[in-house]
């Protein structure tokens, strides 16, 4: 079986766990939103709406957590890919129904983003980290050097991710001042 060195294996749980919390928590802030982000995607009924709101980020928090704990990083990350599947299948949905035009709700209030084909790309990267997160790591112990590591690398992993989201989020308007520069 395949075994991973356990700072790859906590490096990417740990960069999962702080992209997933960071995700619950602007969905927190502003739970009305995101229901009318879930409201938007046209596939529940309104009625649901309310409680799907406040379940996403309920089970993304669940999700960090368990991933930060060796008993439940396994179904942590099941669960994890479970939500990114469902949320690739909502937006491949509305873009096949040419519905492009809405907020993706991916992070709440705090970063608007219209539906792409991007989104279902990046869950499906974020799929494969979860895959890997489930592989054993080696039963060697982490040194001081370890933990660090994993600290700085999980950290710029999500500074990374979250400036891919940014730059994907605005490239929209990026485009519109080309052209009216142009």
């Given at each position: 079986m395949i075994a991973i060195d356990p700072t790859i294996h906590w490096t990417i749980s740990a960069a999962l766990a702080l992209i997933f919390a960071a995700s619950a928590a602007m969905k927190f802030?502003?739970?009305?939103?995101?229901r009318g982000a879930v409201e938007n995607y046209r596939i529940v009924p309104e009625q649901l709406s309310g409680l799907i709101a406040i379940a996403v980020p309920f089970a993304e928090i669940v999700g960090a957590l368990g991933l930060?704990?060796?008993?439940t990083h396994r179904?942590?990350?099941i669960l994890l890919s479970i939500l990114l599947i469902v949320f690739s299948a909502s937006i491949?949905?509305?873009l096949l129904r040419?519905?492009?035009n809405i907020d993706c709700g991916c992070f709440g209030p705090m970063l608007r983003q219209q539906l792409s084909w991007w989104l279902p790309a990046r869950n499906l990267a974020l799929i494969a980290m979860l895959a890997i997160v489930i592989l054993p790591a080696h039963a060697r112990s982490l040194t001081l050097l370890?933990?660090?590591t994993i600290a700085l690398a999980a950290t710029t992993l999500a500074l990374l991710y979250s400036a891919a989201n940014y730059l994907a989020a605005n490239a929209p308007h990026l485009r519109a001042l080309e052209i009216a520069d142009a």
């Open positions: 802030i502003d739970l009305n939103e995101f930060l704990l060796p008993a179904d942590a990350a491949a949905i509305n040419g519905r492009r370890d933990l660090a």
